[in-house]
Nanobody, 114 residues
């Protein structure tokens, strides 16, 4: 199983990006799919989560601006990001937690210029 994150890039403040995380291989027992981010010199922090039920949760810092979603048929989880700010600059990682183990993607860089 591999998680391939993509969609990062350089954007001006106020702009938007949509990250994707595609799952290759067979993965079962999914409990939750998440996005994390890690800014330079800071610890990795949780950003958003979507449960198998479809319920979503967001960190306070992104609530109202970011949207997590999934496409089960394409085995992909997305993170739509609007009204981006320089403090959103980080490497973004997707994460899938199953009843068996936890999987991580390789990260995609998001840079927001002021």
């Amino acid at each position: 199983v591999q998680l391939q994150a993509s969609g990062g890039g350089l954007v001006q403040a106020g702009g938007s990006l949509r990250l994707s995380c595609a799952v290759s291989g067979s993965i079962t027992g999914i409990k939750v799919m998440r996005w994390y981010r890690q800014a330079p010199g800071k610890e990795r922090e949780w950003v958003a989560a979507i449960l198998t039920s479809g319920m979503v949760n967001y960190a306070d810092s992104v609530k109202g601006r970011f949207t997590i979603s999934r496409d089960r048929a394409r085995k992909t989880v997305y993170l739509g990001m609007n009204s981006l700010q320089p403090e959103d600059t980080a490497v973004y990682y997707c994460n899938i937690d199953t009843v068996y183990k936890e999987w991580w993607g390789q990260g995609t860089q998001v840079t927001v210029s002021s």
